[in-house]
């Protein structure tokens, strides 16, 4: 497989230089710890919203430092947990009087770096929260997760407490906010291909060209099942059959629908499998109030998709709507 890469165990301080290299005005790039941070934070005014994660899903969540939305952001190496010291260097350098919330997708390595990091925080006078994600309906108790794990549905939430920090809420209320938009959001991915890590070189798993797995996830983690290629039709009708009765959505919902590229999926095809799934939940009754297709949470260079519904309210929808401005234009 080919990439551009110099040593693989460079590539996400590479990358991350890189990163704060284009946007030197507003963020600013911590090289000890892997930390991206907006370049006027903390503001004393304002809660802090931190997220990381394993590299290898951008734009999420480094390139989702700025206005109206992250704080910062402390990832791993590719697709490997963050450690607890650089979690914790990011709660000190952001941490304001208002406080600190961290957000985790919901993987068991995640979990256990930024619980004790939330600990250690708070043993330090840091007032500090920590919220899960776990917008993932494809599989529960997983090899990788207690619970659902958590993906692209996070950039729901991370817009959401994002747009209410910058509105002067307090901690108590984001953190409301943010278990809200959490439990109103489900998502299920399907993968086409594999996804090649910078380290590795190779396939993260074999899968034949003529299959698909179903219900992955960003990992390349297993799904429900590993079945034969079909039509874009059939793939969207499997994917909202598990996601609309979960929550349940139903008729006269009006929701969000983001169809999000795993970051090798051409974005004519999502703009294809984006009118079959509009016109599929038109049939169920369900409106769709706001649209978001792109490649939001990826997986390197899978082929594949996810869709994401959020059912919307008053609340979500002013929330999703209030102006940001990140290093990469998608929404």
């Known amino acids: 497989m080919k990439k551009f890469i110099n040593d693989p165990q460079a590539f996400v301080p590479e990358m991350l230089q890189g990163l704060a290299l284009a946007n030197p005005d507003t963020l600013t790039y911590v090289p000890e710890y892997n930390l991206i941070l907006r370049a006027d934070a ?47 260097e990011a709660a000190r350098r952001l941490a304001s009087d208002k406080g600190v919330l961290l957000l985790v997708n ?48 996070n950039f729901f939430v991370i817009k959401a407490v994002g747009a209410a920090a910058a509105g002067g809420a307090d901690l108590d209320e984001i953190v409301r906010i943010g278990e809200k938009v959490n439990a109103a959001t ?22 034949g060209d003529d299959e698909m797995e179903v ?19 059939e793939i969207v009708d499997e994917l909202l059959e598990a996601i609309v009765p ?43 109030g706001r649209n978001y297709v792109g490649s939001y949470c990826t997986a390197l260079d899978m082929v594949g998709t996810s869709l994401t519904l959020v059912k919307l309210d008053d609340e979500i929808r002013s929330l999703l709507e209030a102006p940001a401005h990140i290093p990469v234009r998608i929404f």
């Open 42 to 88: 903390p503001n004393q005014d304002r809660v802090s919203i931190i997220q990381g994660s394993g590299s290898g899903h951008e734009p999420a969540h480094v390139m989702l430092v700025g206005e109206g939305m992250l704080d910062g952001a402390c990832p791993g190496d590719v697709f490997a947990a963050p450690p607890t010291e650089y979690v914790l």
């Open 246 to 288: 979960d929550l349940p959505f139903s008729s006269g919902d009006d929701v969000a629908l983001m169809v999000n590229g795993l970051g090798g999926t051409p974005i004519s095809e999502l703009y294809l499998l984006y009118g079959i799934a509009h016109a599929r939940l038109a049939e169920k009754g369900i409106s769709i």
């Open 106 to 153: 919901n993987y068991t390595g995640d979990k256990m770096a930024f619980e004790m990091a939330e600990e250690l925080a708070d043993a330090e006078g840091i007032k500090v929260r920590t919220l899960f994600i776990n917008d993932d309906v494809a599989v529960e108790d997983s090899l990788y997760t207690i619970g659902r794990r958590g993906v692209a549905g």
């Open 186 to 207: 489900r998502t299920m991915g399907v993968a086409l291909t594999a996804c090649t890590p910078p380290a590795k070189g190779t396939p993260l798993f074999d899968i």
């Open 215 to 233: 219900g992955v996830g960003i990992h390349g983690e297993p799904g429900r099942r590993r079945t034969k290629m079909t039509s874009a039709n």
